[in-house]
């Protein structure tokens, strides 16, 4: 079965950094686009980035642009947001998202919370 287990989330002061990463199995990674979502309280959830699968084009949200970085790694079927000068408005749950490729519905991680604050 399809599985995706976030990590890295974690507490961090302003100004700091996280990775995120996202284990993924039981489907062809390779071919699927990955994507980073997120959630605040009382907020819709939103795409953060996605990355596709072939080439590895990424795209960002306008909030992330030039701090948040996507990467894939398809031979370890891993998918990494490294989060550079977090701010606290980047405080919510994180979750990891698959498409496309051999799946015939999105995918979902179970989230990994990040708390920006001092």
């Known amino acids: 079965q399809v599985q995706l287990v976030e990590s890295g989330g974690g507490l961090v002061q302003p100004g700091g950094s996280l990775r995120l990463s996202c284990a993924a199995s039981g489907f062809t990674f390779v071919s699927a686009v990955m994507s980073w979502y997120r959630q605040a309280p009382g907020k819709e959830r939103e795409l953060v980035a996605l990355?596709?699968?072939?080439?590895?084009?990424?795209n960002y949200a306008n909030s992330v642009k030039g701090r948040f970085t996507i990467s894939r790694d398809n031979a370890k079927n891993t998918v990494y947001l490294q989060m550079n000068s977090l701010k606290p408005e980047d405080t919510a749950v994180y979750y990891c998202?698959?498409?496309?490729?051999?799946?015939?519905?999105?995918?979902w991680g179970q989230g990994t919370q990040v708390t920006v604050s001092s």
């Open positions: 998202q698959a498409r496309g490729g051999d799946l015939r519905i999105d995918y």
């Open positions: 990355i596709t699968p072939v080439s590895g084009l990424a």
